[in-house]
Structure formats: structure tokens, C-alpha cells
């Protein structure tokens, strides 16, 4: 499957801006979808993911500002980002697996594919 990330930029403290990652392929709906960032000098963090059948799982430092979801009949999936902060500044990444495997898709070296990252810089 290829991936493809857009939707990042330049948004002030407080603001919002929403994430897509237009995805190819049939079985879109069966797969593990995720979301991880990473900053310059950091290692790739989790974000968030969407499984199927499974409730989303975000990482505490987004969780009650970002949402993920997914429009299965158009392969997307989205991350919508409210009340950004400076240290949400990073490139953005979308990834994707054919499995779930429990207790494991928070970790980067479950996802198979990745997408080619998007920049969100939250900057006054």
C-alpha cells in the first residue's frame, strides 16, 4: 500500500489544522492506521491509531485535542488537530499494517508502510 500525507503548515498557538493520508489499495478497511510525529534531534513518537473493530488510542500528550478518524469508501485517514501547542511542531507521519497485534501499535516497528511526512510547525 502507498501512502501519501498532506494537509501540515504554519498555524499559531490555539489553533487547529486537520491531517490526510490518501492511501491505495482495496483492503483499506482492514488495516491498522496510524499516526506518529517526530521532532528534529527526537525519535519517532506515537501519535495516535485506528484499527478495526477497536477503539482509537492516542497518546496521552494529544489525547482530548486531536482526533483520528477515517473515510474507508475514500482509503483516508485524517488527524484532526485542535489547540496546538509549539511542542506539537513536528513532521507529521501516517502509517499502515495488515495485522493488530495487542499492546503493540503504539511502536513504529509494527507499521509496515509509511507515509512520506508532513510539516506542522505551531509557531506565534
Known amino acids: 500500500v502507498q501512502l501519501q500525507a498532506s494537509g501540515g503548515g504554519l498555524v499559531q498557538p490555539g489553533g487547529s489544522l486537520r491531517l490526510s493520508c490518501a492511501a491505495s489499495?482495496?483492503?483499506?478497511?482492514?488495516?491498522?492506521m496510524a499516526w506518529f510525529r517526530q521532532s528534529p534531534g527526537e525519535e519517532r513518537e506515537f501519535v495516535a491509531f485506528s484499527a478495526q473493530f477497536r477503539y482509537p488510542q492516542y497518546a496521552d500528550s494529544v489525547k482530548g485535542r486531536f482526533t483520528i478518524s477515517r473515510d474507508n469508501a475514500k482509503n483516508t485517514l485524517y488527524l484532526q488537530m485542535n489547540s496546538l501547542k509549539p511542542e506539537d511542531t513536528a513532521v507529521y507521519f501516517c502509517?499502515?499494517?495488515?495485522?493488530?497485534?495487542?499492546?503493540?501499535?503504539?511502536?513504529?516497528?509494527?507499521?509496515?508502510?509509511w507515509g512520506q511526512g508532513t510539516l506542522v510547525t505551531v509557531s506565534s
Open positions: 489499495g482495496r483492503t483499506f478497511s482492514r488495516y491498522t
Open positions: 502509517a499502515a499494517d495488515e495485522s493488530y497485534v495487542v499492546g503493540r501499535m503504539t511502536q513504529s516497528n509494527s507499521y509496515d508502510y
